[in-house]
């Protein structure tokens, strides 16, 4: 409730002066038809029609008192509509509306969003040196955490929540906060022992995960194992199909050191190849798993533009034709399950999985996995992707009737535990929160936590 109303105080405080605007009218076509697809259609009602909706978004829109509101202003309800379904693989991927207002230019300080506040990260040059690491208190007089709430409703997550938001905004922040005002031409930034004010800025300073500077063992594409105070570290960014003879080099060379300590870090990571997912999985556990794509009773097809309903048809083509032997009828639709055995000398030492927001789709698939046979402790921030599984197998897409914005929109449910309710990520045993001291400074807390649980056990 409380981010609805920082919502709205966006829409009351923005519809003035942000130029190009929507009938609420036109708003509430869009909607009804959004609402119509998720309940009748989005995978996240495989088990229960209707329980994920967007009703309260759409009442909140219909009592607004102005009969319209500008473009940007809607991009954010279309946020709050991503993160009421509660999928983080339902995405906007066009906005016609909002690329007639698009201009390249950026919130000029490098900033960070951290637990609910915003500060100025490290800066590269020695201009603002002596702001760095402070907490900004308003921008343009607007509350930063008013702000905050706002920009933590432009994406989803598993299951509902921010958790996704919380990392994904930080990459896009420069570009957001520059949105978010209307692509002012001038900021005034207020802190709590001064106020500056700055210039438009052409130069993106979005902020990047910071890379280890330990040297790499072993590489593939972005992935990478090396070893840290004689722990050893696999950092994964994705998945893809290479990672599968990746993992057999590097779990070899694991072996050959005989190290007892092992780091997944899936900070960051998006997801990506299935079966790589598995293949890791595989020389991690000591029983088997297996995960289902479900076909729900649902009338996807009926909301899908033209191209949404060829992907759908050539993804029915690739497991009802190519799968058809693993495939079974269920109460709640056809279903078809993927069962994998471990490796033949899987890793017997201790597993520690790093995760946060980013963590979603084939990384979350990992880290079920590993939940549910008790083989890692985990540490970090809860994950963006859901625990009992997610929506994706194919990704159709469905256009909005009035605004013509392109919503990428799952078809299939994929369930990695269908004796858990969690529908939302992981929360890990120890959560650590990340300092604007750290961030600048270079420090992974995640991993030093680590390295220093180790040592106390081995005392």
Not at 281 to 298: C, E, G, N, R
Request: proline share 3%; hydrophobic share 40%; aromatic share 12%.
């Amino acid at each position: 409730m409380f981010k609805l109303i920082c919502f709205c105080f966006l829409i009351f405080s923005a519809s003035g002066f942000f130029g190009q605007n929507i009938s609420k009218k036109d708003a509430l076509t869009d909607l009804h038809f959004l609402n119509e697809a998720v309940i009748n259609g989005h995978p996240v009602n495989y088990a229960e029609k209707g329980k994920f909706n967007i009703n309260n978004l759409i009442t909140t829109v219909s009592n607004l008192k102005e009969d319209s509101f500008s473009v940007i202003a809607y991009r954010f309800y279309l946020g709050n509509a991503l993160q009421q379904i509660g999928c983080v693989h339902t995405s906007i991927v066009k906005n016609p509306l909002l690329e007639k207002q698009r201009r390249p230019v950026y919130f000029p300080l490098k900033v960070v969003c951290l637990n609910g506040k915003l500060y100025v990260a490290g800066q590269s040059t020695g201009k603002f040196k002596e702001i760095e690491g402070k907490e900004i208190i308003a921008v343009n007089t607007e509350p930063a955490e008013k702000i905050v709430a706002s920009l933590l409703s432009y994406s989803a997550s598993d299951g509902g929540g921010t958790a996704f938001a919380k990392e994904s905004v930080n990459r896009i922040l420069p570009a957001l906060l520059s949105l978010y005002f209307n692509y002012s031409k001038e900021y005034s930034v207020k802190f709590t022992d001064r106020e500056i004010v700055l210039a438009e800025s052409e130069k993106n300073t979005a902020s990047v995960a910071g890379i280890s500077n330990a040297v790499s063992l072993l590489e593939n594409n972005t992935n990478r194992y090396y070893i840290k105070d004689s722990i050893a570290v696999i950092k994964l960014t994705g998945f893809s199909k290479s990672d599968v003879s990746f993992f057999n080099k590097v779990f070899q060379e694991i072996d050959k050191t005989k190290i007892k300590n092992l780091v997944i870090d899936l900070r960051g990571n998006t997801g990506g190849n299935r079966k790589a997912a598995v293949s890791l999985t595989k020389h991690l556990v000591d029983s088997a798993f297996s995960y289902s794509i479900l076909q729900p009773k649902l009338k996807t097809g009926k909301y899908l533009n033209g191209k949404g309903k060829f992907f759908l048809f050539l993804s029915k083509l690739k497991y009802n034709v190519g799968d058809i032997f693993k495939g079974r009828k269920t109460k709640l639709g056809r279903e078809f399950r993927y069962k994998y055995s471990p490796a033949k000398n899987p890793f017997n030492g201790k597993v520690f999985v790093i995760t946060d927001g980013l963590t979603v789709s084939a990384s979350t698939m990992v880290t079920s996995w590993l939940k549910q046979s008790g083989k890692a402790v985990f540490v970090g921030r809860q994950s963006g992707g859901g625990f009992n599984g997610n929506n994706g197998g194919s990704f159709p897409l469905l256009t909005l009737p009035f605004s013509k914005t392109v919503i990428k929109f799952p078809a299939y449910r994929l369930i990695l535990d269908p004796n858990s309710k969690q529908t939302d990520g992981i929360i890990p045993d120890f959560v650590i929160q990340t300092t604007i001291s750290d961030l600048i400074n270079g420090v992974d807390g995640d991993l030093n936590f680590i390295s220093d649980l180790i040592k106390k056990e081995k005392n």
